[in-house]
């Protein structure tokens, strides 16, 4: 009887909620959230000023006496001189190679470098750090080891744009570059956001966690400590300038970087902007308070209250001439609680989401952000079994061999990644993995917790080119007391970017996704949650139900019912979903896409408000009451 009374009141809750209220973030779910298009600050070539460092690759003196390079061999790796206008920096077995330039620079700078690499498994990057060289690491040689920088770096087939402060950092990836030819790439490192033109072309920028200064410059190429596959690194010549933008007369210009104008940010998030000209200070006032002025990074943060709110920023020259914005942010902090029935039985964990899996498990809708400051919705699933935790999830990324996924455990729900008896970190490797992933650690990856998978099962695998993740966690284990919450926070890798939730940039003080158990032993078939409102849908027919529709159908085979539960699923589904492929209902309800996609027809033909679209089934409108025989 509960689960008919659940079972109604979500029916009822979602005929009366709009779709537009269904999923009132959808807007930062795209996968490019900047505001600001790269080329809204003009050609970066504009802005050369004096001439601060040049090489040209036409001495073999490079790293030895005078030179302006200090090169550093690791494993004796080779330099080769091409023509006397080209050097060639080699990643062999075990080996890399790094030259540092014996200058230093303060953030004001545009570097020009002109290069091709012979693009294997190797790692490489070119720009301004503090730091290379970890032994922890897995490559010979990595920038992403640094405290501080501004550099481009080719990481697992990925070419990103990194910016690095007090070891926080953004990441912007570079496409449609083919580096097997001779590029020029051109860095402008600027006091608030730092810029990349590929061949005089914008291509990418980021706008926070952009460093300060001094740091050298530097070019390296590294090996993999477990590949063997060498790589070359041409390089053609560096030269670095300083920025000189002079303003232009009565222009103070303010441009808007991140995010989108009205969409949603968290409350520890910042609004970046980039003035061109102006007396240097930036301006706002939040719902017409008192305006308050920030110097460079004009970087204003959100307020602290959750819901809608409006953002006033000015800017003068000089007094003379003023720019305003006006924008509209909605601030939202991250996801409550959670709560996740008990599972009638112990779920295999093969990586394997299978409807049987999902049966006894509540699935949910969460949105990641990646360290491109993008929202991205994953699936997860959550369920408790008698002495265990289970999470499952599927990845947007692609199975390579960086690729895994990360489940931390905080097991008093406090907020802290501490290393103690409670909380804890689990990595799986994709499939394709490297098997070093797999491993269990404090959540700083200060000491290993068990050395023996007892208590942490954890596996991989894909499906329909998806790759998907389950983890089991033992209460006992962590000594968890279920009945006060788990606290999770989840990171999903792939090669040189992450995805997370909560923030865990520097696993500091967070709020984690805290999951409780309802009391219910038994779940419904499936329980969809959409965590953007307080809104519960329960799934499933009762036992009651059954036997009402029995009376009325004598010939009501099992089949029947099967194919009755999987329509109710794939309704539900579709309520909760303005827009959603039919792949995602079949892998949602456990079928094939097949099954999914003649469920979806049945329902259109009985006149659910809805039709496809290249693959996807498009809502039209709210469904104001439930159809008959629907």
Known sequence: MRRLVLFVIAA?????????????????????????????????????????????????????????????????????????????????????????????????????????CSLGVSYFSIGWCDQWEDKGSEWIVDFRQCNNGVFIDYWD?????????????????????????????????????????????????????????PLPFSIAISNHRHMLVNDNLVLDHVRVYNYDRSPKPLDPQIVHLWPNNESSVFIDDTIDFHLLGGSGSLYYSWDDEDYVGVDSPWDVPVPEVNGDHTLHVKATNDGIQWSTGRFVFHVRNYPPILEASSMPSEPIIDGLFKSDDASGAAQYEVTLRNECREDVVVSIALGFTKSHLYVAMESPVSDTY?????????????????????????????????????KVERPHGTSVVFRSPEGFARASATQDDVVFYEFMVSHSTLGINISRGI???????????????????????????????????????????RLSVVVVVALGVTAGAIGNLLMKRETFTLEQTLRNERLERVKLLLFSHERISIDRVSRMIGSDSEEAESLIVELLSRGFPAYQSEGDVIRVAPVEKKEKGV
């Open 402 to 438: 960086h690729s895994r996924a990360t489940l931390y455990i905080d097991g008093n729900a406090d907020g802290f990644w501490n290393d103690n008896s409670s909380d804890a970190c689990v990595t799986c490797p994709s499939p394709s993995g490297d098997p070093l992933y797999d």
């Open 157 to 213: 087939d990925g070419l990103f744009l990194v910016s690095y402060l007090d070891g926080e950092r953004t990441v912007a990836p570079i496409h449609g570059v083919d580096l097997t030819r001779v590029t020029n790439f051109r860095i402008a490192w600027i006091s608030s956001l730092v810029i990349l033109e590929v061949d005089g072309e914008p291509s990418a920028f980021t706008s926070s966690n952009v460093p300060l200064g």
């Open 12 to 116: 009822l809750l979602l005929t009366s909620i709009p779709a537009s209220d269904i999923s009132p973030d959808s807007r930062t779910s795209s996968m490019n959230l900047r505001s600001a298009a790269v080329g809204s600050f003009g050609h970066i070539s504009d802005s050369m000023g004096e001439l601060l460092f040049s090489e040209e690759f036409q001495s073999p003196s490079l790293g030895f006496n005078n030179s302006n390079w200090n090169l550093t061999r690791i494993s004796n790796p080779s330099l080769f001189w091409i023509d006397d206008e080209k050097t060639q920096l080699s990643a062999c077995l075990l080996g890399g190679s790094v030259l540092t330039a014996m200058q230093v620079f303060n953030r004001g700078v545009i570097a020009d470098v002109s290069f091709s």
């Open 487 to 529: 606290g999770l926070g989840i990171r999903i890798s792939h090669g040189g970017i992450n995805l997370a939730l909560p923030r865990m940039d520097s696993l500091s003080h967070s709020s984690p996704l805290v999951v409780k158990n309802d009391g219910v032993l038994t779940a419904p078939s499936i329980i969809l949650y």
